[in-house]
């Protein structure tokens, strides 16, 4: 499946928007019937287009009022190296996004706490007790101004 129809962008736009959407209004929208919106679906699904389902939840509202921009450098970056950071940030549940990056650092990180002390523990964990990484620079969010991992779509 290379080739994406109207129909595809249009369900692909829908489901981004509302995955919860109901498959009568995707069939209305697209001029599909409901099993090929259904059928379509599947097949985004297991080509991988659409990667996860899921709910934005204010970190706020249980508890994590703070949110990090991290900068990570490694001290090498041989390939197994690298593969044992990502697997240690992939388990930590207060990183929420994890980049490998070009430039001044390895690893750009979107991290939550519940406050400098939870923050404090978290690097402890992830950056002191690591010998490979050898510095991290770390920035407050003063506000979150946008959130969103949307796709344009342009059809």
């Known amino acids: 499946m290379t080739n994406l129809s109207s129909a ?11 995955a919860r959407e109901k498959l009568e209004t995707i069939s209305f929208e697209t001029g599909l019937s ?3 919106v259904q059928r379509r679906i599947k097949l985004l699904k297991s080509e991988g287009f659409i990667i996860k389902e899921t709910a934005l939840i ?22 197994d190296q690298v593969e044992a ?14 980049y490998y990056i070009t430039g001044d650092a390895d690893f750009a990180l979107i991290a ?3 406050d400098m002390q939870d923050f ?8 002191f007790d ?8 770390t920035s407050v969010v003063m506000n979150r101004t946008k959130i969103s991992l949307d796709v344009p779509f342009f059809e």
């Open 8 to 18: 595809d962008l249009k369900i692909l736009r829908l489901l981004q928007h509302n």
């Open 34 to 36: 409901i099993a090929t």
């Open 58 to 79: 204010s970190p706020e509202s249980i508890g994590y009022s703070m949110t990090f921009l991290i900068l990570v450098e490694l001290e090498r970056e041989r390939l």
């Open 120 to 127: 404090e523990a978290l690097t402890n964990r992830l950056f």
């Open 130 to 137: 690591d010998t490979n990484v050898k510095r991290f620079r």
């Open 85 to 98: 950071f990502r697997r240690k940030i992939n388990a930590e549940l207060q990183i929420q996004q994890c």
């Open 112 to 114: 939550i706490a519940k």
